[in-house]
Structures are given as C-alpha cells and as structure tokens.
C-alpha cells in the first residue's frame, strides 16, 4: 500500500503538527491513517446492495 505523504500530514494537522509529536505518537497517527485508508479501500471494492453482509 502506498502512502500519500500529504494527505497524511494534512490528518494530523500539518508538518509542523507532526515535528511536535514524540515517535510513538507518530506511529499512532501513521497506524490510524493506514487503519482508515485500509477501510476505505475495502469499501470501494464491495458492491452496494444496501443491505449488511451475512454469515450465509
């Protein structure tokens, strides 16, 4: 997966947001951007029925 650089500082509030921040915070971030841009994918790739997947 590739990571667009400025739509993540754009989520964080920009660079000087990111220089602010201690490393663990910025895994944080970067895990949460990943997490919801992983999500975002997934959800473009499923049809849309309207309806919520099943089991069966």
Do not use: C, N, W
């Given at each position: 997966?590739?990571?667009?650089?400025?739509?993540?500082?754009?989520?964080?509030?920009?660079?000087?947001?990111?220089?602010?921040?201690?490393?663990?915070?910025?895994?944080?971030a970067?895990?949460?951007f990943?997490?919801?841009?992983?999500?975002?994918?997934?959800?473009?790739?499923?049809p849309?029925?309207?309806?919520?997947?099943?089991?069966?």
């Open positions: 997966m590739e990571i667009d650089r400025r739509k993540f500082f754009k989520s964080v509030g920009g660079a000087t947001a990111v220089a602010l921040m201690t490393s663990e915070q910025k895994a944080d970067l895990e949460h990943m997490d919801d841009e992983l999500e975002e994918a997934i959800m473009e790739q499923q849309r029925t309207g309806a919520y997947p099943t089991v069966a």
